[in-house]
């Protein structure tokens, strides 16, 4: 059974003909090239492409870190020119300070948005436990596994993405199971129309977990990245990703990133 209920309504995000380059000695090294995509509201939109292609650019330049050459972001169709407190960002790494203990790892991220300190804390505390992290409040990141403190990366981000939560190889560091373990609690947070994330950006390399995450996935070419193609993903959820339907989509989309 389809367990995704989520309604897409309109455009939360759009990338329009955006163009990144940087200069390198006398040079001009053009790394992203006229991409244009989409992310609707309440939907789950993955970047996939080779190394070096631009996919983390392309989500530093939503995060309103770098401004492109041209093109345009444009979010709930205003431009997009400067950072945004309702994107959270999962990291590569987990990126916690360290002499900071878990439940202030979170509340460090609220203090702009939540001046009360016990709202902060309880807000804290009811992301942990949607990670499945509660009891390990006071614990330090040295203290805990590489999958829980990707785990409490999620919750921070969690705590602040209102609108749209962006991801840059969430899982890259962490074994086989511990993935998909976080990839599966991820989804199910994402299914609940009553919690966030509402809509997900992701980047990724791995074409399996692209097909078993995305509503939709945008392909890119070699640096320059150019967008070569987009691809639906229908399979109902929870998705079975042994069954021949989903080989056969893994197969379509190796083989639209193939030169």
């Keep these: 059974m389809n367990r995704h209920f989520r309604f897409v309504v309109s455009p939360l995000l759009e990338v329009n003909d955006v163009k990144m380059s940087f200069k390198y000695k006398t040079k001009e090294v053009v790394t992203v090239q006229d991409v244009s995509f989409t992310v609707n509201r309440g939907e789950f939109v993955t970047l996939i492409g080779p190394s070096g292609c631009g996919k983390s650019t392309i989500l530093k330049m939503i995060l309103g870190l770098i401004t492109p050459v041209s093109g345009e972001l444009l979010f709930e169709g205003k431009p997009l020119r400067d950072t945004n407190p309702r994107i959270g960002m999962v990291f590569q790494f987990h990126a916690l ?34 990670v499945g992290l509660d ?24 705590s602040v993405a209102e609108d749209i939560l962006l991801m840059d190889e969430p899982f890259v560091g962490l074994d086989v199971f511990s993935a998909q373990a976080l ?13 966030p994330p509402k809509t997900v950006l992701m980047v990724t390399h791995n074409v399996d ?51």
Excluded: C
């Design 97 to 130: 300070f360290p002499w900071l203990n878990v439940i202030k790892n979170i509340e460090v991220v609220l203090e702009s948005f939540v001046r009360d300190k016990k709202e902060r804390e309880s807000i804290a505390k009811k992301y942990l436990k949607m």
């Design 135 to 158: 009891g390990f409040e006071k614990a330090y990141p040295r203290e805990l596994s590489g999958g829980m403190k990707q785990r409490v990366s999620i919750a921070r981000s969690l």
């Design 183 to 195: 990839r599966e609690e991820l989804l199910d947070l994402w299914e609940n129309p009553e919690l």
């Design 209 to 259: 977990e692209a097909v078993q995450m995305s509503d939709r996935i945008v392909i890119l070419s070699h640096r320059p990245g150019r967008v070569i193609g987009e691809i639906s993903i229908d399979l109902p959820r929870p998705r079975n990703t042994r069954s021949s339907e989903f080989y056969e989509m893994v197969d379509r989309v190796i083989t639209t990133m193939s030169p």
